[in-house]
């Protein structure tokens, strides 16, 4: 069974430029999360789907981030414009359902805003 | 948001020597995971607790969900160099907010 694929790994960008990253989730996950990992601390969530519906979004910065999941399957999280603070790995994970316990992590992009 | 905190934050060891890292929180959680990240990589499930005073052992791994559901361990014995790693504490799934904890960054030195 493919993991959740994410890309791109990496991305440079420079401090009010816009960036888009994109992740697939494991075939037939209905729910599909984006969080924010600061360098030392754990994940945070910024945006939970389930099918192409938003469940959870109270963390997500609204001014600059945005995340749709239009068909319900794969989803793309942009950032319009950056600041230095977004410097941080951007994680996608999907689990079967709402209420299914284990979420399945892809690798992660890393961001680094100058 | 219900806060976790994590303990220690960093812990250095030398291979074969036993280590056990904490997670707290002041809410009682109707489960709790634990993860496993290596660096480059995203978190990998290691374990889900649903049970106070629950004890679930994988090979040299040992959770244990206190008895009150607000606090949980993770013993490692004889520590192991492919231990190494940020080991989180979380809630996640369902309806309820997703929470991760601080993490404890392992080292384990050959």
């Known amino acids: 069974e493919a993991g959740v694929a994410q890309s791109p790994r990496y991305k440079i960008i420079e401090k009010r430029q816009s960036v888009a990253f994109w992740c697939n989730p494991i075939s037939g996950h209905a729910t599909l999360y984006w969080y924010q990992q600061i360098l030392g601390q754990g994940p945070k969530l910024l945006i939970q789907f389930q099918n192409n519906g938003v469940v959870d979004d109270s963390q997500l910065p609204k001014d600059r981030f945005s995340a749709e999941r239009l068909k319900g399957v794969d989803s793309t999280l942009k950032i319009q414009p950056a600041k230095l603070e977004d410097s941080a790995v951007y994680l996608c994970?999907?689990?079967?359902?709402?209420?299914?316990?284990?979420?399945?992590f892809g690798p992660g992009t890393r961001l680094l805003v100058l | 948001t219900q806060l976790l905190e994590q303990s220690p934050q960093f812990l250095s060891i030398q291979e074969g020597e036993n280590l056990t890292v904490y997670c707290n929180s002041s809410s009682v959680f109707s489960s709790l995971q634990w993860y496993r990240q290596e660096p480059g990589e995203g978190p990998v499930l290691l374990v889900t607790v649903v049970t106070g005073g629950e004890v679930k052992k994988l090979k040299r791994l040992t959770f244990q969900f206190g008895d009150a559901r607000k606090d949980s361990s993770l013993h490692i014995t004889a520590a192991q160099p492919g231990d190494t790693g940020l080991y989180l504490c979380g809630r996640s799934g369902g309806y309820q907010k997703v929470t991760f904890g601080t993490g404890t960054k392992l080292q384990v030195i050959p």
């Open positions: 994970a999907s689990s079967f359902f709402v209420g299914q316990e284990t979420q399945y």
